[in-house]
């Protein structure tokens, strides 16, 4: 027992280590690095489902778009109320996906997690000019036509309205829930003559995946997290009443 408490102990710190390396990673705008982190976090704990939702984004950041497509699917399968911004994921993979090659990655240029905020976005601005400045670089006409390059993705990335069409494309107000396996008529979704315990709950309630690459979702020795259990809660409450909570 203390053999296998020991090596529980030792997976979890050695997951949430890496977890906080690649974020720091993620940060810096180092995404390969951070791909590795996750990578091995998920090789202590192949279904760890939060490592695994990371590894989707870092794909999307490293222009591997379809390789992150297929993960975030994976995510949503297992759970789609993992995070509320699960869809978003979703669609800017799509999104990306389907642009022509060769299209300019304004964030992988500026080294910027695709989910920056606005402050985040003008501090890594301010440091790139700084750094990328034409009489810190000898001013020569790479580095001009650089630092040019670098006001174009700040003004663009700062208009909310282009950037949300960059991200999203044609995704931003499309619905993406790619764990319905099956379409139902409106009809035939409620049966009032079932009592509510005898109704089976979404697959993702046991934690199991309906997928060939994951068979079930590791959420460590605690189980999902509180917010999550009362997500879920709520959930079952709005779908089967107070009774069947």
């Known amino acids: 027992e203390s053999g296998n408490e020991s090596g529980n102990e030792s997976g979890n710190e050695s997951g949430s280590a890496s977890d906080g390396e690649q974020a720091a990673h993620r940060r810096r705008g180092d995404f390969e690095a951070a791909l590795e982190d996750v990578n091995m976090a998920l090789a202590l704990h192949p279904k760890w489902c939060k490592a695994l939702y990371r590894r989707g984004m870092l794909l999307l950041e490293c222009g591997r778009y379809a390789e992150a497509l297929t993960e975030l699917k994976v995510v949503q399968r297992a759970d789609p109320t993992f995070d509320d911004e699960l869809e978003d994921w979703l669609r800017r993979a799509h999104c990306w996906l389907a642009k022509p090659r060769g299209e300019v990655n304004y964030y992988r240029f500026m080294r910027l997690p695709m989910d920056c905020n606005k402050e985040e976005l003008r501090k890594q601005y301010h440091r790139l000019c700084l750094l990328w400045h034409p009489d810190k670089s000898g001013g020569t006409e790479e580095s001009r036509q650089r630092f040019e390059e670098l006001q174009q993705a700040y003004r663009f990335l700062a208009d909310d309205q282009r950037r949300a069409e960059y991200d999203f494309g044609i995704w931003r107000d499309k619905i993406v829930r790619h764990h319905a396996k099956k379409r139902e008529k409106v009809k035939d979704s ?21 997928d060939e690459k994951v ?31």
């Open 215 to 245: 068979e079930c979702i590791y959420w460590g020795a605690d189980g999902p997290p509180a917010w999550l259990q009362e997500k879920r809660k709520q959930f079952k409450k709005k779908l089967f009443g107070a009774e069947a909570v």
């Open 190 to 210: 409620w049966d009032d003559t079932a009592h509510a315990d005898d109704l089976a709950l979404p697959h993702w309630y046991d934690d199991s995946l309906l």
